[in-house]
């Protein structure tokens, strides 16, 4: 993709791409480069707004193209993940990650 960040559709940027404004619900679950799980619970986000929600630039730009119901896996390296500092919890600094997600 543009942002420097794989994912598993094919040709995905010719999909619609959402504006800021319209409104979805998603949800996503973070593993390491092993598939480990990195938390219990997936992260879930139900009726927010483009360009009015802080999320990952890369798990925003998937949504933006993805349509309800679909699943994508994206590769994200750390610098478009959470960088040199981590999330201070459970993802380390310089860690890249899988996202697994699902819009609802």
Same mark, same amino acid.
């Given at each position: 993709m543009s942002l420097n960040y794989w994912v598993n559709i094919e040709n995905l940027q010719q999909n619609r791409r959402k504006p800021d404004g319209e409104i979805i619900s998603y949800e996503y679950d973070i593993y390491d480069f092993d598939w480990v799980k990195l938390y219990a619970k #997936?992260?879930?986000n139900v009726n927010v707004q483009f360009g009015r929600f802080e999320e990952l630039k890369a798990v925003e730009d998937v949504l933006r193209y993805l349509d309800k119901n679909?699943?994508?896996?994206i590769l994200? #390296?750390?610098v478009l993940a959470f960088g040199t500092y981590g999330d201070s919890d459970k993802i380390p600094n310089d860690m890249?990650?899988?996202i697994k997600?699902?819009?609802l």
């Open positions: #997936p992260k879930k679909q699943e994508a896996i994200v #390296p750390s890249p990650l899988i997600i699902k819009v």
